[in-house]
């Protein structure tokens, strides 16, 4: 803030009058923002997800998820549930982007420490993802649970890995990427996502969600960070595997749907 104040001849306190008013203001025209794509980009989207993959791999992916670890001040309340498993206090920003890297859902808050399942599991998309992907599907990574909307890669189990299996994982990480690289490029364009030093964990989610919301605006308008020759990853924070007792409803038909892309798209 000083800084701030300081560049453009203002008092500390206007600079925080004024990017209090500008963060509240984004966070409150997020939903029109950061919203779930219309059926005719689901189209546009699904195409574009394949690209990824070289035209194999999953066809009717409209999405992929995962959780960002956001650094913040320690709490002063539950403060050991902040820390996540690198040892540093962090919120988790979980986020739905589609093929061109803009965000179409995001929930932010949960601490450092709460496995990626269980914050989607909290998550408000979580009731109402059979609606929202249809026929379609989300892919994430082997800490979520197999879902009739959400493919997961299969575990490798080494030398008796079959070959369609194998297969199959590949095209999955050549599309899921994406969710690593819209979180990369998030930070790259919003550096202070590295560290959030706001004196609540509220302020921090508004914060946030006020960075996601102009990554959104910037994406809509094409506007690239153009000295990027490659989109970054994030540092891997997460959980590896999925929590043992998610309630993975349908496992039957989720197991078929993914043996049959494994088998037939890849």
């Known amino acids: 803030m000083y800084a701030i104040g300081d560049k453009f001849d203002v008092t500390e306190s206007s600079v925080h009058v004024c990017v209090t008013r500008v963060v509240h203001f984004l966070h409150a025209i997020s939903d ?5 794509p219309s059926s005719a980009e689901v189209t546009r989207i699904k195409n574009g997800f394949l690209a990824k993959s070289k035209g194999k791999g999953p066809r ?3 999405g992929c998820i995962d ?7 320690t709490p002063s309340e539950s403060t050991q549930s902040y820390f996540n498993r690198k040892k ?3 919120i988790i920003l979980q986020g739905i982007c589609d093929d061109r890297n803009k965000l179409l859902n995001v929930f932010i808050g949960f601490p450092g420490s709460v496995h990626d399942a269980r914050v989607l599991r909290e998550s408000p998309f979580f009731a109402r993802a059979i609606q929202e992907c249809e026929d379609n599907y989300i892919l994430g990574d082997s800490a ?16 008796s890995f079959p070959t369609w299996k194998k297969s199959f994982n590949k095209r999955h990480s050549q599309q899921r990427v ?13 550096r202070r996502l590295y560290l959030v030093d706001a004196k609540s964990v509220q302020q ?8 996601c919301v102009l990554h959104n605006m910037c994406n809509d308008e094409r506007d690239f960070l153009e000295e990027l020759a490659t989109l970054p990853q994030e540092e891997d924070v997460g959980n590896d595997e999925s929590e043992g007792d998610f309630d993975c409803s349908l ?4 197991q078929s749907l993914r043996e049959f892309i494994a088998k037939e798209q890849c």
Request: aromatic letters at 16%.
């Open 32 to 36: 029109e923002i950061i919203c779930w």
């Open 60 to 62: 009717n992916t409209i």
């Open 67 to 73: 959780g960002s670890h956001i650094g913040i001040l």
């Open 88 to 90: 540093w206090p962090s």
């Open 144 to 159: 979520y649970p197999l879902m009739p909307w959400l493919m997961t890669p299969f575990k490798d189990n080494g030398s």
């Open 178 to 190: 994406l969710i690593e690289n819209t979180f990369g490029l998030l930070k790259q364009r919003f």
């Open 204 to 211: 921090c989610c508004y914060i946030v969600m006020a960075a």
């Open 251 to 254: 496992p039957g038909y989720s």
